[in-house]
């Protein structure tokens, strides 16, 4: 069985809820969480998203590496591992915190609760029947520093596409 197929049957439902109550496409959901966990396979206290967790301070959060892209050598974070020159941007190797969750499906939830009440992702609920203008419109308002972020988000949900 391919690890996309194990991945949809365990997610598939979560994101359908998400798409029939927030109204977030369970395609650009699946993507997105396919991406950020790697099929499911690194989901470090029940984080499906990557959500940033800003305080750092209420239990509910968790210290976790991850690599972000900025155009400054200077960008602060609570643990910075490494920063090198990549082309016109500086990769940062980094420690940050992040939301953790009692399951999966609360990450889900989460996510979607997330992108609607920040102002800055209003846009993308525009195109909720449109899950690639939705991607597109939430990689522009800057989800992830990652340059390449909406081409990945975009050729997952292309593979997703073929299962569902």
Request: include cysteine; charged fraction near 25%.
């Amino acid at each position: 069985m391919s690890n996309v197929k194990i991945f949809l049957d365990m997610y598939y439902r979560h994101a359908k809820a998400v798409e029939l109550k927030e109204g977030v496409p369970a395609l650009f959901t699946l993507a997105q969480s396919a991406l950020e966990t790697g099929w499911g396979k690194t989901v470090v206290g029940n984080m499906m998203f990557g959500v940033k967790d800003t305080d750092g301070i209420n239990g509910n959060e968790q210290l976790l590496t991850t690599t972000e892209y900025h155009k400054s050598p200077n960008v602060k974070y609570p643990v910075v591992i490494w920063v090198k020159r990549v082309g016109n941007l500086y990769k940062y190797r980094i420690k940050d915190w992040f939301r953790k969750y009692a399951s999966p499906e609360e990450s889900f939830r989460d996510h979607a609760i997330f992108l609607k009440k920040n102002p800055r992702y209003r846009g993308a609920f525009n195109y909720t029947r449109a899950p690639y203008l939705f991607a597109k419109e939430v990689c522009k308002a800057g989800y992830a520093t990652d340059p390449n972020y909406q081409h990945s988000i975009e050729a997952i949900m292309r593979m997703i596409e073929k299962y569902i």
